[in-house]
């Protein structure tokens, strides 16, 4: 199984899950649509289905375009709200492709229908991945938009903390660097988050992607999955892990302000390739 990581817009990715042998593929948040039929077209892959985490516009606006464009595409996803959707999936739902096999796991508080999908494929011995799009990101988490602390803290904890810790964690944006400066800190002597932001900038020097990274990998670093460290706690001045959790995000929110909109002539540059994000 590959995972092909495409850098869209300003900071998201979408992604191809790819099954080698028959070069069939996955499409997960194909927010800038011709982008992603050029790449399929380029590497000869057949695009089967598409999965969504939730119907935010920078990650589900492609879906309508490409059911219009290839026949027959399924596109899966946990709320009515999601453009092109053919079928909405539940909780624990498990879809199948060929060798690939997903698990949808529902994830509700960015959005109240965030789904995040755990993959792997038949006989491989890759370790697993998982999709995490606005829920959990590499260092941090997503705002609750549309929900509270007690459902984030049962999605980081019990839903996605309850994976195979060699799983790949592929998120929806790249904010490692953000997020990391956070962690520093709450974390002032966590060498670990030393160690990684470190080696964020320099993956953004040379313009690489950080994701993925593994679920063994956030509970080192990721202040969010380390509720019940004493740093942590000390930083928020709680000791319940869900106040703990909800006091966090809310020094997240004030961190660091964020970034404003480009104007829609270069949004397009960026949709194109003519920019970089």
Not at 7 to 30: F, G, H, R, T, W
Not at 65 to 78: C, D, H, W
Request: proline fraction near 5%; hydrophobic fraction near 35%; charged fraction near 30%.
């Amino acid at each position: 199984m590959k995972v092909k990581v495409i850098s869209i817009l300003e900071d998201n990715y979408m992604y191809l899950v790819i099954e080698e042998q028959s070069k069939q593929a996955i499409a997960v948040d194909p927010a800038v649509p011709h982008r992603l039929l050029e790449i399929v077209k380029r590497e000869g892959l057949s695009l089967t289905a598409v999965l969504t985490t939730h119907h935010h516009w920078d990650h589900a606006r492609g879906n309508e375009t490409l059911v219009k464009e290839v026949p027959g595409l399924r596109v899966y996803g946990g709320d009515d709200r999601i453009g092109g959707l053919t079928e909405k999936v539940t909780n624990a739902q498990e879809l199948k492709f060929n060798s690939i096999n997903v698990r949808c796991l529902f994830t509700p508080c960015h959005t109240s229908g965030h789904m995040c999908y755990f993959v792997w494929e038949d006989e491989c011995t890759d370790a697993p991945a998982v999709f995490t799009g606005d829920t959990l990101f590499i260092g941090g988490c997503g705002r609750f938009l549309e929900g509270t602390a007690e459902q984030m803290y049962h999605n980081l904890t019990e839903v996605l903390g309850s994976l195979p810790q060699d799983t790949k964690v592929f998120c929806g944006h790249e904010y490692t660097i953000k997020n990391l400066k956070f962690a520093m800190l709450v974390e002032p002597e966590n060498e670990k988050v030393k160690e990684m932001l470190s080696w964020a900038r320099a993956r953004d020097d040379d313009d690489k992607p950080t994701v993925p990274s593994t679920l063994k990998e956030e509970f080192e670093y990721n202040p969010f999955l380390r509720l019940s460290e004493e740093g942590v706690k000390k930083f928020t001045g709680k000791t319940d892990p869900i106040e703990v959790l909800r006091a966090l995000r809310k020094e997240k929110d004030k961190f660091k302000k964020p970034k404003e909109r480009l104007p829609p002539h270069a949004m397009l540059a960026l949709e194109w390739g003519l920019l970089r994000p």
